[in-house]
């Protein structure tokens, strides 16, 4: 009998870790593909990560970032949402998991452990058209599409707005 124990994302805010560290974590994040260069430079400002390790090797991460208003109105604005993206606390981004370890459930583990910290504040997030299986992480997380498809920076690569949470907040 085989007893398997699924992983912990530990959190960390991005102060609590070494320079070595940053950039294991922006140099996973980048050699993913999933996000452009420039992590390193923005990571101090997310409010935490959620870093999933096999022995030492990270296996997998996710943010909840606190992005600048101009970024939640451009990413709005260009997915014609018409909800008021300052309502907006969080974005959850920067989900990777090491290819090795796909479908076996860990990105739905980094997005539980984020959206717990988060609360019940409303949060966005944005991922490739085409990712089957983050949409679906997100959707059974009761992120929600809105607006439309957009191009990304790549001006190839169609992205999708899902929103979670998008009642105020009273």
Request: some cysteine; charged content about 25%; proline content about 4%.
């Amino acid at each position: 009998m085989t007893i398997s124990i699924e992983p912990t994302a530990h959190v960390v805010s991005w102060s609590q870790l070494s320079d070595a560290e940053q950039d294991d974590i922006a140099s996973f994040i980048e050699h993913a593909g999933e996000v452009e260069i420039g992590v390193r430079e923005r990571a101090a400002d997310a409010k935490a990560f959620f870093l999933l390790k096999r022995s030492s090797a990270l296996i997998g991460c996710a943010a909840l970032k606190c992005p600048p208003q101009a970024r939640k109105q451009n990413v709005f604005a260009k997915a014609k949402c018409a909800l008021d993206p300052t309502t907006f606390t969080y974005e959850l981004g920067w989900i990777v998991v090491a290819t090795s370890e796909r479908r076996k459930g860990l990105s739905r583990i980094l997005v539980n452990s984020a959206l717990e910290t988060a609360g019940p504040r409303p949060i966005y997030a944005t991922c490739r058209a085409d990712n089957i299986a983050m949409r679906r992480v997100l959707v059974d997380n009761a992120f929600a599409e809105h607006g439309q498809s957009y191009l990304g920076r790549d001006g190839r690569t169609k992205i999708s707005l899902l929103l979670r949470d998008a009642s105020p907040v009273t």
